[in-house]
């Protein structure tokens, strides 16, 4: 093989290489993703008054209308996302968060064995439907100086069916408000 044919062979892979690095720089340049100011994640947390009490527009609708159309097997599943710090079953062990079970009509901060912060151990008095309705709403808002780092569900009607489902754990469930049993009530399961 003469030197003219090694030149060609060796021009040849140059100009590859020199192509390909051409189409890398520039896609680089188009299809470049764009860095974040600040490095990590952006959590969707909603925002809060200043007043810390929920949004006005969560409070047009009262807990009473939205349990009438509140399902029991949806507030199971909506729960779920409860599961990473409570038990729902009884006689269940305090994780994060303590144990549910029973949890409507409960006296607060009363579960045996779970270290409740200092601002819930003051607020005092029972789990009402109403006050589990603000609690889930916005934690902090309700309870200001708590423990509990959950955002809140913002939706009526998923908190509706949560608290449907809490109300079930228990061997006495509380009566659900009256407009709710007149709306039908939940479905017991």
């Given at each position: 093989?003469?030197?003219?044919?090694?030149n060609?062979?060796?021009?040849?892979?140059l100009?590859?290489?020199?192509?390909?690095?051409?189409?890398n720089?520039?896609?680089?340049?188009?299809?470049?993703?764009e860095?974040?100011a600040?490095?990590?994640y952006?959590?969707?947390?909603?925002e809060q008054?200043?007043?810390g009490?929920?949004?006005?527009q969560e409070?047009q609708?009262?807990?009473?209308q939205?349990?009438a159309?509140?399902?029991?097997?949806?507030?199971?599943?909506?729960?779920?996302k409860?599961?990473a710090c409570?038990t729902f079953?009884?006689?269940g062990?305090n994780?994060?968060g303590?144990?549910?079970?029973?949890v409507?009509?409960r006296q607060?901060a009363s579960e045996?064995?779970?270290?409740?912060?200092g601002?819930?151990?003051a607020?005092g008095g029972?789990?009402t439907?109403?006050d589990?309705n603000?609690?889930i709403?916005?934690?902090r808002?309700?309870?200001p100086?708590?423990?509990?780092?959950f955002?809140g569900?913002?939706?009526?009607?998923?908190r509706a069916d949560?608290?449907?489902y809490?109300?079930?754990l228990s061997?006495?469930p509380a009566p659900l408000?009256k407009?709710?049993e007149?709306g039908?009530?939940a479905?017991?399961?």
């Open positions: 093989m003469d030197s003219f044919e090694v060609k062979i060796l021009g040849a892979v100009g590859t290489c020199l192509c390909l690095l051409a189409i720089i520039a896609a680089g340049a188009i299809f470049a993703p860095k974040p600040k490095p990590g952006e959590l969707g947390v909603p008054p200043p007043s009490k929920p949004a006005e409070k609708q009262p807990i009473e939205l349990l159309n509140a399902d029991m097997k949806r507030g199971e599943n909506s729960a779920k409860c599961q409570h079953n009884k006689g062990r994780l994060v303590p144990n549910l079970w029973g409507v009509g607060r045996p064995g779970f270290n409740y912060s601002a819930m151990k607020k029972n789990w439907i109403e589990l603000q609690f709403t916005n934690p808002g309700f309870i100086g708590t423990n509990m780092t955002a569900i913002p939706r009526g009607s998923d949560v608290i449907t809490l109300n079930s061997d006495n408000p407009a709710a007149a039908g009530g479905k017991p399961q």
